[in-house]
């Protein structure tokens, strides 16, 4: 009914970009948040970052200056550009939707799949 799909994960070298998209889709009234997380092998699933419906954004402090969040409300479509990327980014990253469906009056926490990013050094 709802699923979020993230696509933009890869191989890429330290310093280099990646951006990664993420899309909601089906019966979605409004979305209160979109955000990213990752987790690396060994670790807890951390947050990265997350944006509002306000527009209100939230960055991990491993990330700040170094990463970007957006957002296309139209697409229902969240964004995260990843510039400087280092080896210790390397994880699998979820995208994380907190939203409405038409019959539901309370958000509900939806996860993608994951795409995995590897920085090599």
């Known amino acids: 009914q709802v699923q979020l799909v993230e696509s933009g994960g890869g191989l890429v070298q330290a310093g280099g970009s990646l951006r990664l998209s993420c899309a909601a889709s089906?019966?979605?009234?409004?979305?209160?948040?979109m955000g990213w997380y990752r987790q690396a092998p060994g670790k807890q699933r951390e947050l990265v970052a997350v944006?509002?419906?306000?527009?209100?954004?939230n960055y991990a402090d491993s990330v700040k200056g170094r990463f970007t969040i957006s957002r296309d409300n139209a697409k229902k479509t969240v964004y995260l550009q990843m510039n400087s990327l280092k080896p210790e980014d390397t994880a699998v990253y979820y995208c994380?939707?907190?939203?409405?469906?038409?019959?539901?009056?309370?958000?509900?926490?939806?996860w993608g799949k994951g795409t995995l990013v590897t920085v090599s050094s």
């Open positions: 994380n939707a907190n939203l409405q469906e038409y019959s539901i009056i309370s958000g509900i926490d939806y």
């Open positions: 089906g019966s979605i009234f409004s979305i209160n948040a």
């Open positions: 944006i509002t419906n306000g527009g209100r954004i």
